[in-house]
């Protein structure tokens, strides 16, 4: 009878696994036996714990326990900062530190050099020591967005809630906005609280202008106004 060639390789390829996790297993054994050759299991007899008392020479096998002495000196000194660990960690953190140093005029610098749009910033009527500024205004994913940020030199904490924003074009449309990490509240320290106004590019069509409209809530005592914000010379 003749044998299919289909069957002979299968066989044959049988032939080879079998063989080959033979070997494997064999190579195996073998390692995993050199490799358990040094490990022993504890004797627990009374004789052999006196037996242990006695220094030992680290080339049998044996554990060399420490003094008690040694130990104790060894974390007073580290305690006390006198350690071999001791440098290495001052170091590093002065390390840290120079490299944070290193990193904050490149901060610095950035932000100086940083060039001014043409005809920005752009101020709002100062109401009660607050004020709204617009930075700069660009495109860019599919909105127009607006850097703005707020300034409170007054003598009390202003509130606001950005819902109540009027954004509104030349034609007095008003138009819809979101808006992104501006501060719900305004303490009076003088101090710059930046975030952005977004405005769909889809809304803008034909518009030339924008004014922004925003009153404090809930006294709405403020009444802050940002006009003739140029948007029609913007690059799409």
Do not use: W
Request: glycine share 6%; aromatic share 6%; charged share 25%.
């Amino acid at each position: 009878m003749k044998l299919n060639s289909t069957v002979i390789l299968t066989l044959i390829l049988l032939t080879v696994m079998v063989g080959a996790g033979y070997a494997s297993a064999i190579f195996a054994y073998g390692v995993g036996h050199e490799a358990l050759k040094s490990v022993t299991k504890p004797d627990a007899r009374p004789a052999t714990k006196i037996k242990a008392k006695k220094p030992t020479s680290q080339k049998d096998g044996t554990l060399v326990f420490l003094k008690e002495q040694d130990i104790v000196a060894t974390v007073k000194e580290r305690i006390s900062g006198k350690g071999k660990k001791a440098r290495p960690q001052k170091r590093q953190s002065q390390d840290k530190q120079s490299n944070k140093d290193a990193a904050a005029p490149k901060t610095q610098l950035v932000a100086a050099t940083e060039p001014l749009q043409p005809g920005f910033p752009i101020s709002s009527n100062k109401d009660e020591g607050v004020t709204l500024n617009v930075q700069s205004a660009r495109y860019t994913g599919g909105a127009l967005l607006l850097k703005v940020n707020f300034k409170n030199e007054g003598d009390r904490t202003v509130k606001f809630l950005y819902s109540f924003m009027d954004v509104t074009d030349d034609r007095g449309r008003v138009l819809s906005a979101n808006t992104e990490g501006l501060p719900a509240e305004i303490p009076p320290d003088g101090k710059t609280f930046a975030g952005t106004v977004s405005i769909p590019t889809a809304l803008l069509d034909d518009v030339k202008k924008l004014s922004l409209e925003l009153t404090d809530y809930p006294d709405q005592k403020l009444q802050l106004q940002v006009a003739n914000v140029p948007v029609s010379s913007l690059v799409r």
